[in-house]
């Protein structure tokens, strides 16, 4: 039985340069879709999972996270004296219990790799989840878990994985595929943002990982790979051989939120599936299109 995933890193030391003058002084992590931000989802995903520890891997300008996951005691006092219980209730689900929340910076951008690295002292020598908020994906049961159950069976390094078109997979770190089994697929290689050409497949990896404790060593090596950064599929490759790595076909519909159109496509997605939302969502948008 492999050793449980219990802790969870979630990197948000970016400056979310895309989405300026909205991140200029909040947290791209803090945007919001439809009335929650895409941290407290990646957080409600992870949760859900079973993670009993958050790690949150910060820089500069970030603390409307830290304050977000933390009591806000005038306005729960507010809430509580003019009886509006529900938006209470869903005020104190944010608020994970004590000593579950971890924070550490990541001093410079030096890519995803360095800031999994900058969390190893929290993470000790047990397996971690790792989380990008900027990858939000709609599923009635959340990724995460889908990869964990996946994961009870067969231990090792896992990534989450999607189809993408192969002329644009060098935006993604791309898979090598051997055995797939239903939705688990043998990781035989791992190559970061290749060329269409060069690409061994159209499997790639989004921003959903389950990593074993070796992982960090080889960061520690600081060696740099794609757009001069630290990069954790490279580690990951490098793991290859080592332990057993496998890809999960999850269930369910992802949206690149660190970009204009998917974070815009993600509000109407997620607003269309609410039943307190959908028929007005679907009317308005009948009169624009």
């Not at 999850?250 to 993600?266: I, M, Q, T, Y």
Request: glycine share 10%.
């Amino acid at each position: 039985m492999p050793v449980p995933v219990r802790k969870a890193i979630f990197p948000v030391g970016g400056l979310g340069t895309r989405f300026l003058p909205a991140t200029k002084s909040m947290p791209k992590e803090m945007l919001t879709v439809v009335d929650k931000p895409l941290i407290q989802y990646a957080v409600d995903e992870a949760r859900e999972a079973g993670i009993e520890e958050l790690i949150f891997i910060t820089g500069r300008g970030k603390t409307a996270i830290e304050d977000h996951f933390d009591h806000a005691y005038e306005l729960q006092d507010m809430l509580a004296a003019r009886g509006k219980d529900e938006a209470l209730r869903l005020v104190k689900e944010t608020i994970p219990a004590p000593g579950m929340l971890a924070f550490t910076r990541q001093q410079e951008p030096l890519g995803l790799g360095h800031a999994v690295w900058c969390g190893r002292n929290f993470v000790g020598s047990e397996p971690v989840a790792v989380l990008l908020a900027d990858d939000l994906i709609l599923s009635p049961k959340g990724c995460l878990k889908q990869m964990v159950e996946a994961y009870n069976k067969v231990g090792g390094n896992m990534v989450a994985l999607m189809e993408v078109p192969r002329e644009q997979t060098a935006a993604y770190g791309v898979v090598k595929p051997g055995d797939i089994t239903d939705r688990l697929v043998e990781v035989r290689g791992l190559v970061e943002k290749p060329k269409p050409e060069d690409a061994p497949s159209n499997l790639a990896v989004i921003g959903r990982y389950i990593l074993q404790p070796k992982v960090f060593e080889d960061l520690g090596r600081m060696e740099k790979g794609a757009g001069g950064e630290i990069q954790l599929t490279d580690a990951l490759a490098r793991q290859l051989g080592l332990q057993p790595f496998n890809g999960y076909l999850f269930e369910g519909r992802r949206f690149d939120c660190g970009n204009k159109v998917g974070f815009l496509e993600a509000n109407l997605a997620f607003a269309l599936n609410r039943s307190d939302m959908r028929d007005d969502i679907a009317t308005f948008l009948k009169n624009y299109i």
